[in-house]
Nanobody
Framework: QVQLVESGGGLVQAGGSLRLSCAAA????????MAWYRQVAGKQRELVAAITSGGNPNYADSVKGRFTISRDVAKNTVYLQMNSLNPEDTAVYYCNADIRVVFPVRDYVYWGQGTQVTVSS
């Protein structure tokens, strides 16, 4: 069984920074891609940033230049460095990973439990 364990959320003032972490635990063949999504109550979950197995990042327009996604392949961990935060970034942030599992051998999408990020003005 695979689990994604998130950490790093919290309360920060506008202009501040936070770093989110998400580690994949369990038995699996490999991690294909990892991503961060966020969701505000009453709205759809939206993609914030994603990174491929080759390390190529992709960002939502609203966070380009402020957020950086990275991964540590050896630690099966993805990070989201968030700078210049503003109140519009307030949301629950979810880690997402596309993982090839051992048996049966196939790809599954997993989600973390979510971590709250609150930016005060």
């Amino acid at each position: 069984q695979v689990q994604l364990v998130e950490s790093g959320g919290g309360l920060v003032q506008a202009g501040g920074s936070l770093r989110l972490s998400c580690a994949a635990a369990g038995r699996f063949v490999r991690i294909n891609s990892m991503a961060w999504y966020r969701q505000v109550a009453g709205k759809q979950r939206e993609l914030v940033a994603a990174i491929t197995s080759g390390g190529n990042p992709n960002y939502a327009d609203s966070v380009k230049g402020r957020f950086t996604i990275s991964r540590d392949v050896a630690k099966n961990t993805v990070y989201l460095q968030m700078n210049s935060l503003n109140p519009e970034d307030t949301a629950v942030y979810y880690c997402n990973a596309d993982i090839r599992v051992v048996f049966p051998v196939r790809d599954y999408v997993y989600w973390g439990q979510g971590t709250q990020v609150t930016v005060s003005s």
